[in-house]
């Protein structure tokens, strides 16, 4: 506290304004006043803070009221389980997953991939091997590689959604946004897998390539991971990558399975 | 006494703090959504066409719930990217960063058990999307590569309560729903907050 009283006696402001000073009080003004010592730089938590939070929200509770006035949420007929739709859509934010279907079977499209995302998510602490690097702020240059992943696989999760969401017709068919999709595509494309000797050798060398080439080529970043944290990274990498891998070959080539065994197919 | 620096909000317009905020305008207008909705499949759909045309203020409310809770499955992602991308993950908030990838999937829970409750078309095959893929999943699926579990005991007879989308089905998503999933969301949305606070507050401007 900063203002202090000054001991000065009464004055008197004459005889016709009934007014008495008592007391001259020597500081900033109430306004200026903080009540508490204020570190400089900073507000508090509350209310400033928070009330600066609420008036985003508030801006948000008035495009959502907007919203809700003029747009009602869909309610289609009533469900039944005889009748299968031709255009089945999950809800949007699930398309992503849906659209991986298209390209593998379920048991990848909809256990394996999306537990090793959430895998790869919950370890991201334990495998990033810097641990101050860019803290707080934007570090695009300094953490290439960290931020290239994570925003690749971002991208591919939202650019899988847009695919899935705007160019998926009837039957799950792709349609050009020019085309009539009302018009249902008879689109039997003749699929084929890669026989099995074929299919080991091709898992083989990728996986070779994604787990071998990255630790002979970048030593330094090979000797600062570690042997297990270079493992998980990678494969997981692998991973992330093959997905666009076999999208691009089931699209451009027409391939079904790269490996078929009795068990699984990938 | 918390003190916090200046200019904490800034163009990532608080995208946690967003979410928060939607979250509570679901848990705001989904009691309401409750008072005239029962999880039986003979009435849902006629439930919610009701809230749309008869209840007063009906399809206001439900609007409001569901444009929020889309609202929020764009916020929390963006948060986490935020985070990520300011490398806040980093120690000495691990933790939190896991009590967030918890909360991520508990968001995405919220809005496909959601999403099922007005029994329509979509619901019904949406959800029967969500059921094919559990169905298949390697060893816990009955019809999955590696599948040990009979059809009656797999992981996707526990996530419908029966072998088909049916009443047990609309029961436990109910639950999941309304009571389970938001209670847990809370409880670690509370913890989420308590830990920024033990990380020494945020790690820079948002
Ligand atoms: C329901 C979902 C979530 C809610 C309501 C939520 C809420 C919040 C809030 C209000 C903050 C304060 C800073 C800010 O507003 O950005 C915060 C910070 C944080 N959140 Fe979340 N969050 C959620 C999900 C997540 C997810 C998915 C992650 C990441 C995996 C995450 C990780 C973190 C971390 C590490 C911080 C500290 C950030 C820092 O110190 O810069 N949260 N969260």
Redesign the pocket.
């Known amino acids: 506290m900063t203002e202090k009283i000054v001991e000065e006696g009464p004055v008197t402001t004459g005889d016709k304004e009934k007014l008495r000073l008592l007391t001259v009080v020597r500081g900033e003004t109430l306004r200026n006043r903080d009540i508490y010592e204020r570190p400089p730089g900073y507000e508090l938590f509350f209310p400033n803070f928070v009330m600066k939070?609420l008036c985003v929200g508030l801006a948000f509770l008035i495009i959502i009221f907007v919203w809700a006035y003029f747009k009602d949420s869909p309610l289609y007929e009533l469900s039944n389980p005889a009748e299968t739709p031709s255009h089945i859509k999950a809800a949007w934010y699930f398309v992503g997953l849906q659209e991986l279907l298209a390209y593998f079977d379920p048991y990848l499209a909809g256990a394996i991939i999306p537990s090793m995302i959430l895998a790869g998510?919950y370890l991201i602490p334990f495998i990033d091997p810097d641990p101050v690097k860019g803290i707080?702020r934007f570090a695009f240059k300094e953490r290439k590689f960290a931020i290239g992943c994570f925003l690749g696989g971002v991208a591919m999760w939202y650019g899988l959604l847009l695919v899935g969401w705007f160019f998926r017709g009837p039957y799950w068919s792709f349609y050009w946004p020019w085309e009539d999709q009302s018009v249902v595509k008879a689109t039997e494309v003749a699929l084929w897998s890669f026989p099995l000797s074929a299919g080991i050798a091709f898992l083989v060398c990728y996986g070779t390539l994604v787990l071998i080439l990255p630790a002979v080529i970048f030593q330094n970043f090979f000797f600062r991971l570690g042997l297990i944290r270079y493992l998980i990274t990678f494969n997981l990498f692998a991973v992330m990558c093959f997905v666009p891998i076999k999208i691009f070959l089931r699209s451009a080539f027409s391939v079904k399975y790269i490996l078929v065994t009795p068990w699984f197919n990938i | 006494m918390k003190w916090v620096p200046l200019g904490l909000v800034r163009y990532?317009v608080?995208?946690?703090?967003?979410?928060?905020f939607f979250?509570l305008l679901c848990i705001l207008t989904g009691p309401f959504l409750m008072l005239y909705y029962v999880p039986d499949v003979n009435r849902a759909h006629a439930d919610v066409m009701d809230i749309m045309q008869v209840v007063p203020f009906g399809s206001f409310v439900r609007n409001v719930h569901r444009w929020a809770a889309c609202l929020?499955i764009v916020c929390?992602?963006a948060?986490?990217t935020?985070?990520?991308l300011?490398a806040?993950?980093k120690p000495p908030?691990q933790l939190?960063?896991?009590?967030?990838?918890t909360?991520?999937i508990?968001?995405y829970l919220m809005c496909f058990t959601g999403y099922m409750l007005p029994w329509d078309q979509e619901a019904y095959w949406g959800a029967t999307i969500g059921a094919t893929m559990a169905e298949n999943s390697p060893f816990l699926g009955a019809k999955g590569p590696f599948s040990v579990l009979p059809p009656d005991k797999d992981i996707h007879y526990i996530m419908l309560g029966g072998t088909v989308l049916d009443q047990p089905t609309l029961s436990r998503f109910f639950f999941a729903h309304c009571i389970a999933i938001p209670g847990a969301?809370a409880g670690l949305?509370g913890f989420?907050?308590f830990?920024?606070h033990r990380?020494g507050?945020?790690?820079?401007p948002?």
């Open positions: 939070e998510l707080g | 990532t608080c995208l946690g703090g967003l979410s928060v979250f929020m929390v992602p948060h986490m935020r985070v990520f300011q806040a993950y908030r939190n960063w896991l009590v967030g990838i909360l991520l508990l968001t969301l949305m989420h907050f830990n920024i990380a507050g945020m790690s820079g948002l």
